[in-house]
C-alpha cells in the first residue's frame, strides 16, 4: 500500500519536544486528542536545532489550500489504500485500515496548523473501504451518527477485530447460509462497493437485520403446523417487518423519532452504508419470492401442471428476466412450503435448480438457464450435476424424448464449458468421487442396453474421461 506522502505538508513523521516518550498513548482514531500538540516533524525539528547545519524544511500550509484541493488529498490516499479487491480477507483489512491511520495524523497535523479537519474528508476517506463514496448529503438523519467522522471511526474500529467480532458469527452467517446456500467469508460485511448487485445488497442489509430480530433458527429453515410455532413465527415477523420499516425510514426520521438514533456500533455502521448504497430493506423477500416462483414452474412442468409450449417457457424467461437466480440452490423452498421435487432415486431433498432442470430433460429449459448464466459453486453441486449428467444422458428420454430432446450443443456445454472448470477446483475425497463417476458413466454408455445410443454420446463421454485421466487423476 502506497499512499501520498505527508511530509511536504508537515504531516510525516513527529516527535514530542525533545523526548518521544511525552507523547504517550493514544487512541488508534483519536481524531481530536491533543496529547501530541506539541509535536513537530523531524525535519523541523532538525532544523530548529542546528538551523545552520540543516536546510530549512519545504512546508505547504494546509491553511494556504482550498479546501476542495485538500479534499483531493484526502481521496488520493483513499484510493491508495482500498484493496484492489474490495476488502475480502483479514489480510486485505491492512490496507483500509492503514487509511484509519492516516487520517489520524492528517487530522492531528492539520489541527496544529489551525485548521480542524472538515467533516467532509471523513466522507471522502470512506473511499478506503469499496469504490462507494456517499453523496455530501446521503447520511441518513435516523441513524446513530451525526457526523462522517462517527460513521468512519465505527468502520475503522470494525476494521480491528475481523473474524471476531459478532456480525461475523452465528445469526447472520445461519441466514447467508439460508439465503444463499454458500458458507460466507469473514468479511462478507464489506461488499457495498459498486460491482455489488441488488441481490447482494439487499441480502446483506437482511442478514444484519436478522441480528437484530430474536428467534430459534429453526423458524427461518423450517415449515411446521403446530401452534407453538405458528406463534413464534408470528412475533418473529412481527419484529422483522418493524425493523424493516424504520430503516426504510431512517433517511427522514429525526433522531428522537428513531429507535437507532443513539445506536454507533458496526452493525449500524454496515447498515447506513448499505441504505446509502440502496439496499432496500424488504428487497431480500423478493429476489426469494422470485427464485421459489422459478423452482416451482419447473417442478410443475415437470409434472405436466405446467404446459411448456403454451406459456410455460415464456414463464420461466421472464422470471429469469425478472431476477430469478438461475443459480438458486432450492434451499428456501421447504419454509415456503413446497414439497420436494420429484427425482430419480438416491436423491432427496430439494437439488439446485440446474440438476432439477437435469432431471426434467428439457432443452430449452436448460438453455434458458445456461442463457441467465446458471452455474455450481458449492461441491457438493458440482458433484450432483455431475451424477444427474451421468444418470439422464445415456438413456433415452435425454436425447430421444418426443417433446424436448437434449441436443449434443447443450450436453457438451453442461459437461465442458461449465463442468470442467468446476471439476478441476475439487479436492480429497470429492474430486475422487467425481474421477469415478465419469469412468462409470463412460462404461455404461459403451455397454448401454438400450439400443440405438447416438454417436455424440459414446464421444462426449469418451472425451470426458480422456479429460478425467489427465486432469484428475486418482492419487
Not at 445488497?201 to 429453515?221: C, E, G, H, N, Y
Not at 429469469?320 to 438416491?346: E, F, H, I, K, V
Request: contains cysteine; negative net charge; charged residues 20%.
Amino acid at each position: 500500500m502506497s499512499l501520498p506522502p505527508l511530509a511536504n505538508l508537515h504531516l510525516g513523521v513527529v516527535t514530542a519536544g525533545n523526548n518521544d516518550a511525552e507523547a504517550g498513548a493514544s487512541g488508534a482514531n483519536d481524531y481530536d486528542s491533543d496529547v501530541e500538540h506539541e509535536h513537530e516533524p523531524l525535519d523541523r525539528r532538525a532544523y530548529r536545532k542546528f538551523p545552520k547545519l540543516m536546510p530549512a524544511p519545504e512546508v505547504t500550509q494546509l491553511t494556504g489550500l482550498p479546501r476542495e484541493v485538500v479534499g483531493l488529498i484526502v481521496e488520493q490516499a483513499a484510493m491508495a489504500a482500498r484493496p484492489a479487491g474490495g476488502i475480502v480477507s483479514v489480510e486485505t483489512t491492512d490496507a483500509a485500515l492503514g487509511m484509519c491511520q492516516w487520517m489520524k495524523s492528517f487530522c492531528r497535523a492539520a489541527k496544529v496548523q489551525g485548521l480542524p479537519c472538515d467533516d467532509d474528508w471523513f466522507r471522502i476517506a470512506l473511499g478506503a473501504f469499496s469504490d462507494f463514496v456517499p453523496e455530501e448529503n446521503a447520511l441518513p438523519m435516523g441513524s446513530g451518527f451525526r457526523t462522517w467522522k462517527d460513521l468512519f471511526r465505527a468502520l475503522c474500529n470494525a476494521l480491528v477485530p475481523i473474524g471476531n467480532y459478532p456480525l461475523a458469527t452465528s445469526v447472520a452467517r445461519e441466514f447467508l447460509m439460508y439465503a444463499t446456500g454458500q458458507q460466507p467469508t469473514d468479511t462478507w460485511m464489506w461488499n457495498f462497493g459498486t460491482s455489488a448487485s441488488q441481490r447482494q445488497l439487499d441480502t446483506l442489509l437482511r442478514a444484519l437485520i436478522q441480528t437484530r430480530v430474536q428467534q430459534w433458527p429453526s423458524i427461518i429453515t423450517h415449515r411446521r403446523t403446530d401452534t407453538y410455532y405458528r406463534t413464534a413465527l408470528a412475533a418473529v415477523q412481527g419484529q422483522l417487518a418493524q425493523i424493516q420499516g424504520t430503516l426504510g425510514q431512517l433517511a427522514t426520521l429525526s433522531p428522537a423519532e428513531s429507535p437507532y438514533g443513539l445506536d454507533d456500533s458496526d452493525c449500524m455502521a454496515f447498515m447506513t452504508m448499505l441504505l446509502m448504497r440502496g439496499a432496500n430493506p424488504h428487497g431480500w423477500e423478493h429476489w426469494n419470492d422470485l427464485n421459489v416462483q422459478l423452482y416451482a414452474a419447473i417442478v410443475q412442468g415437470m409434472v405436466r401442471h405446467l404446459d411448456w409450449e403454451n406459456g410455460g417457457e415464456e414463464r420461466i424467461r421472464q422470471l429469469l428476466r425478472d431476477g430469478a437466480d438461475p443459480s438458486y440452490q432450492g434451499n428456501t423452498m421447504n419454509a415456503a412450503g413446497y414439497r420436494a421435487p420429484p427425482s430419480p432415486g438416491g436423491v432427496d431433498g430439494y437439488p439446485h435448480v440446474l440438476v432439477l432442470a437435469v432431471y426434467a430433460k428439457n432443452v430449452h429449459l436448460l438453455n434458458a438457464l445456461l442463457d441467465a448464466g446458471a452455474t455450481v459453486v458449492a461441491h457438493q453441486d458440482v458433484l450432483e450435476l455431475l451424477k444427474a449428467l451421468g444418470r439422464g444422458t445415456p438413456r433415452p428420454g435425454w436425447w430421444g424424448n418426443e417433446r424436448f430432446p437434449v441436443d449434443v450443443a447443450t450436453t457438451q456445454r453442461l459437461l465442458f464449458h461449465l463442468l470442467m472448470p468446476k471439476l478441476l477446483r475439487l479436492e480429497g475425497e470429492i474430486r475422487q468421487l467425481a474421477y469415478e463417476r465419469i469412468e462409470d458413466v463412460y462404461d455404461d454408455v459403451t455397454n448401454e442396453p438400450f439400443d440405438g445410443v447416438p454417436a455424440w454420446v459414446e464421444e462426449t463421454w469418451r472425451t470426458m474421461t480422456q479429460w478425467a485421466d489427465a486432469n484428475l487423476p486418482p492419487e
